[in-house]
């Protein structure tokens, strides 16, 4: 370990950018020169930030991930009681909160040793800042389940959370998300969505869940997105559908090959009202259409 070492066998949590690479503090920068172990769920990723702050990597870095924290705690509370100190490290910003490391952190408290943060960058805070939704209190939710049932229950969890949510979502399934958000917890409620925070593209989208899930950015991802859901009682107004367009945007979505069931949601996503009230206009107007499900988690 360099002699220059304050506090030999502290775990330090480290901020890393989650975008530029100017966001590192130099704080960061001089604990990871430092410290004798860099833990980090991408090794790739890590490896690339110490040589852009001219650090060695070979022999100091090790891969942490939800795999195998827990088989790897025992071993690092050894190091760290060998004088040895170390640093965790995310892909992107701070470490713990949507990262594997809680198992490691309560491990080495529970142990009595030292851990420290060195604050800096977090896609929570980034975007509760930006997001022009009310900041406190607020919900850090992180993901969204994969399979559809699982994320719709966790959704319907979600829903009785009267406080801003911030959830992180995943490109790969960004339209699919939006959907399912803007049908359990009601199109009508006031969001962000921001994409590339930190980086050259940053940008973001400011509306209901329901122009959200039907916007290009819902279509057409492109990067790492974060949404920022306002609080109950924050809902927009309902907007004033005519009967006449919620019967073409339901005969479009027929015509575009869903049944009567999906064409009722579709229709429900798309003008930003809730199932009911589209089933009741369509109803008195002579449609034929299956009555809406009951609310999850109801």
């Known amino acids: 370990m360099p002699p220059s070492e304050p506090n030999p066998g502290t775990l330090w949590i480290v901020a890393t ?26 090794t790739r ?15 100091r870095l090790r891969s942490l991930h939800e795999h195998n924290e827990n088989s790897q705690v025992g071993a690092l509370i050894e190091v760290l009681k060998g004088g040895i100190s170390v640093a965790l490290i995310s892909d992107a910003g701070t470490p713990v909160l949507s990262d594997p490391g809680y198992q490691l952190v309560r491990a080495v408290r529970r142990a009595g040793l030292k851990v420290c943060s060195v604050p800096g960058a977090s896609s929570f805070t980034a975007a509760l800042a930006a997001a022009g939704q009310p900041p406190l209190p607020a919900t850090l939710c992180g993901f969204l389940p994969g399979r559809p049932g699982p ?41 962000t969505l921001l ?21 290009a950015e819902a279509e057409h991802p492109r990067g790492e997105y974060i949404l920022v859901i306002g609080p109950t009682g924050e809902e927009e107004s309902p907007p004033d559908v005519s009967a006449e367009t919620v019967r073409a945007e339901y005969q479009r979505a027929l015509a575009g090959g869903a049944d009567r069931k999906e064409a009722l949601r579709i229709t429900a996503r798309r003008l930003g009202l809730r199932r009911r009230v589209v089933f009741a206009m369509l109803a008195a107007d002579n ?6 499900e009951p609310p999850l988690g109801h």
């Open 195 to 215: 994409a590339e925070i930190s980086k050259l593209h940053e940008r973001a989208v400011v509306g209901n869940l329901a122009e959200l899930a039907a916007s």
């Open 17 to 42: 950018p989650i975008g530029t690479l100017g966001d590192l503090s130099p704080r960061a920068g001089e604990v990871l020169g430092q410290v004798g172990l860099v833990l980090a769920e991408d």
């Open 287 to 292: 449609e034929d259409v299956p009555p809406p």
């Open 45 to 59: 990723r890590a490896r690339a930030l110490l040589s852009h702050l001219g650090l060695p990597a070979r022999g």
């Open 151 to 191: 994320r719709r229950r966790r959704i319907a969890e979600l829903a009785s959370c009267p406080s801003t949510l911030v959830v992180l979502l995943s490109p790969h399934r960004l339209g699919r998300e939006l959907a399912d958000l803007a049908e359990v917890l009601g199109g009508q409620r006031s969001a």
